[in-house]
């Protein structure tokens, strides 16, 4: 660990608890999203479309509903229509009418397994032989995959009733559902004086975030119009507003119990089952159950975006950049939002670029609507920048961290969309590379026969969001605290924020007991996404921690009939200043405190913690004959602000690499030309396991965050966004061959080389 | 008097200078400001008495929570910007 400011004498923060929901799900107690059962309950089925672009021109579900053990059967006509209303700001944004028409189509389906119908049945085989009974009669359409065909003139139209917004003007007929741009500086200028300028295009195919557990949703519809929901989320009231949006009901009929999650990385903010199983439980006015199959994710749920980007850079004759410009067009899938707004955020974040022009579009394509994943387009647009920097620096001669060095953003730095960085610790990061063992390391350029390696390196970057929390505590008689949060532990989150509120207490992490719960039982928090978890809802636990003090301090001064000022408390201990003998344990003011039960409560509605920056470094080992890449060694450096539980920080860098390799070699949607996708089972759609990958090295640089009290950065994000042009950058290094293309698959990798010969 | 920098499309559609300068003791009263000098800026702004969805106001490299309530006390910059959206769409 390489440590840049001064270090603090914390007692927990920093240290390695062993996590507070370990045992429950290693021995298997845990309930996810499958496990709920309850009396009575049904089980739900969809119909999907087999058509990537469709008319719906009707829909016979007569024969299902005269089936036995068939109780109920609901197409989007049992929905209510809304209009093309902007929901919110955030991770959670969009239109109301697309949220609902992506949960079932109303009139088009815009890509295979959009949801047409849905029953409830008595069980599992009935329902699925009762969706086979639905008969939709389609209008097929020419179905557009890709930017390239959604922005053709002659493009088959997506949404014939929306009109795109086009750097403020509206255009009707259009898949580009959004034209933004951004300018400093006088580009042309720059680029003019420019000694060197170096523009490439890369393609990047939509990939799947991977997590192990499927959707589901159930829901119980009661008399009183009151909906209970249990489901696998990120975001418990997210769901609930969508749901609420969806069924068109008071936010407070809805509410949401999130189960255990296994993985989201972004895929778990939308919803798709939820309302289905809350219309299918009014009808039956029984408790629904609907399960998404492993193809059902890949089909129907939201992919990370596909899309090219084309990234230009000028510099002068001393290394300096003059000048950027970036193209970038990503895929919405279905429905508007591609994260344009944060690619154009993330595509020259680690750089000071006196001028700078962005144009970003949004294009709607027939791929399912995609989701936020890892760090949503920073990824993409990385792949772009961080290929053409080291391209500058092959050309130029340039040692490729010197280069960033010489031109790293730092605090003042003007960034892309104009305002200045505040604290930042990508130069801290840079120089711990090349400190690095790793980096000071002979690549060994002479393998075994037929075996050629390389090394890369590159930079990225994510601006980790703040948003709402809510935490409550409470102070048991046995003097341990009970932590009520809203937040979905996804990373190890309970532990972070358990820690938090321990170190104010000064007393043990294992004496707060965290607990996540529906939302009726805690204030307004935002999804657990965007890397704001243990930087927002550990700010809103901090703050409790000091409340749940100040009534200690009362509680004491009425029990001891002296004024509080007179008192004080540390490490678990309230003391009378004037009297050393006069103090008491949390556990003996917890026993019959004056006055009532000691509790508190804290709520925050934080702005960014200030971005997080990643260096990863990757050496590879390439069989020119049949193209298979091997990761060798490979190091991920970030700088992480505060380090409150490292193991788990350490795991977000490892597994955000894990993630960034299997993007860069192997996965991808590989799609027929009708819009299907192929490879829609995780036999086929290739993610890295551990045998595929040597161990990931972790340093952690620590520059705080200016905005929290512990200097907490988000650093679920950062390290999913460097691998894939790290390892661009080290085929090229291995190879002499530049591959633009995501995944950089073994036969990509023969085919250049065949081309090289 | 603080900068103010409105995103490309408002300067386009309303030929507003890229860097342009206004004063408020907050942010609603700075937006009723800037419409002062620029007509039609603020509809593209504000929504409902609300910052309008899709956009955000960056105080001096921080996005604001409190929207038109903001305070804008010993304030240099503001960068008007659209909002990182997508998701549960």
């Known amino acids: 660990m390489v440590s840049t400011p001064e270090n603090k004498n914390y007692k927990v923060i920093g240290t390695r608890p062993i996590r507070h929901d370990g045992y429950d799900k290693v021995t298997g107690r845990a309930q996810y999203g499958a496990d709920i059962k309850l009396p009575g309950m049904l089980t739900g089925a969809v119909a999907r479309s087999p058509y990537a672009h469709a008319k719906i021109k009707s829909i016979d579900t007569s024969e299902a509903e005269k089936m036995d053990g068939v109780f109920a059967v609901m197409t989007a006509k049992d929905l209510p229509r809304l209009g093309d209303v902007v929901r919110g700001n955030s991770e959670e944004s969009g239109s109301e009418k697309h949220l609902s028409e992506n949960v079932m189509a109303f009139d088009k389906v815009l890509y295979k397994g959009h949801v047409v119908a849905a029953v409830a049945a008595k069980d599992q085989n009935t329902a699925f032989e009762a969706v086979k009974k639905i008969k939709v009669d389609y209008e097929v359409l020419k179905p557009v995959i890709d930017v390239d065909q959604a922005m053709a003139k002659d493009a088959s139209i997506l949404h014939e009733d929306y009109s795109g917004d086009h750097l403020g003007k509206k255009v009707k007929n259009t898949n580009i559902a959004a034209h933004v741009r951004h300018e400093n500086g006088d580009i042309d200028n720059g680029f003019e004086k420019s000694d060197l300028v170096v523009e490439k295009e890369v393609d990047m195919q939509t990939v799947h975030q991977g997590y192990l557990e499927p959707h589901s949703g159930t829901a119980v519809w009661d008399e009183e119009d009151r909906v209970k929901v249990w489901t696998s989320t990120q975001g418990s009231f997210a769901v609930r507003d969508s749901v609420s949006k969806v069924l068109d009901l008071d936010v407070s009929r809805v509410k949401v119990t999130p189960m255990e999650i296994g993985g989201g990385f972004g895929g778990k903010i939308p919803i798709y089952l939820e309302p289905i199983s809350a219309v299918l439980s009014k009808k039956t006015r029984r408790p629904v159950k609907t399960l998404m199959s492993r193809t059902d994710v890949f089909d129907a749920t939201g992919p990370g975006p ?53 144009d970003a579009y949004d294009v709607v394509v027939n791929k399912p609507s995609s989701a936020p994943y890892r760090a949503p387009a920073s990824p993409q647009v990385a792949f772009a920048t961080e290929t053409v920097v080291d391209e500058i620096c092959n050309i130029k001669g340039y040692d490729p961290i010197d280069f960033r060095l010489k031109n790293v953003a730092e605090k003042g730095t003007r960034t892309a969309l104009g305002p200045k960085y505040r604290t930042i610790g990508l130069k801290e990061c840079l120089e711990a590379a090349k400190d690095s063992d790793h980096w000071k390391s002979n690549l060994d350029s002479n393998p075994k026969p037929g075996k050629k390696r390389g090394r890369g390196i590159a930079s990225g970057y994510w601006f980790n969001i703040g948003f709402k929390s809510s935490v409550n505590l409470s102070l048991n008689p046995d003097g341990k605290v009970a932590l009520i949060e809203g937040s979905t532990d996804i990373g190890g989150s309970r532990a972070s924020i358990a820690m938090q509120a321990a170190e104010v207490l000064g007393i043990p992490a294992e004496d707060v007991r965290p607990s996540v719960v529906d939302t009726d039982s805690i204030g ?125 920080v350490e795991g977000q860098m490892q597994g955000g690499a894990a993630q960034g390799i299997g993007w860069a070699l192997n996965e991808e949607y590989f799609m027929s030309d009708d819009g299907i996708m192929l490879n829609s089972s995780y036999l086929d759609y290739r993610m890295p396991t551990s045998l595929d990958l040597p161990m990931i090295n972790t340093i952690m640089v620590e520059v705080p965050s200016e905005e929290h009290p512990y200097g907490v950065r988000g650093v679920g994000e950062p390290p999913i966004v460097p691998p894939v042009p790290a390892i661009g950058n080290a085929i090229n290094n291995a190879l002499g061959l530049r591959l633009l293309s995501t995944p950089m698959k073994p036969s990509r990798i023969t085919e250049a080389l065949k081309r090289k010969k | 008097m603080i900068k103010i920098f409105l995103p490309y499309k408002i300067r386009e559609n309303l030929d507003v200078p890229t860097e342009i300068e206004a004063y408020g003791s907050n942010l609603r009263n700075l937006i009723d400001h800037i419409e002062d000098m620029y007509p039609g800026v603020k509809e593209y702004l504000v929504d409902e008495g609300k910052l309008r969805p899709g956009m955000s106001a960056v105080i001096d490299g921080k996005t604001t929570r409190l929207g038109l309530i903001h305070k804008l006390d010993n304030v240099a910059e503001i960068h008007f910007l659209p909002s990182i959206a997508g998701g549960s769409k």
């Open chain 1, 306 to 358: 596909g899309g090219k980007v084309k990234v230009k850079i000028g510099i002068d004759s001393e290394g300096k950049i003059l000048a950027a410009y970036a193209d970038i067009r990503l895929e919405a899938g279905a429905y508007p939002e591609a994260f344009i707004e944060a690619a154009a955020k993330c595509v020259f974040s680690c750089y000071d670029v006196p001028s700078m022009k962005i």
């Open chain 1, 524 to 648: 307004i928090t935002d999804v657990t996404g965007g890397s704001r978890t243990t930087y927002a809802t550990g700010y809103a636990a901090y703050n409790a921690a000091h409340k749940l003090i100040e009534q200690i301090i009362e509680k004491s001064a009425l029990k001891w009939d002296i004024n509080k000022d007179q008192i004080e408390y540390s490490d678990g201990v309230v003391k009378s200043k004037a009297d050393s003998e006069l103090k008491m344990t949390l556990k003996e003011i917890a026993d019959d405190p004056p006055g009532g039960p000691i509790v508190s409560s804290a709520s925050v509605d934080l702005e960014e913690a200030g971005g997080g920056f990643a260096v990863h470094i990757a050496d590879l080992e390439i069989d020119e004959e049949t193209g298979k890449t091997d990761i060798v060694n490979y190091t991920a450096i970030q700088d992480v602000g505060k380090a409150i539980h490292p193991s788990y």
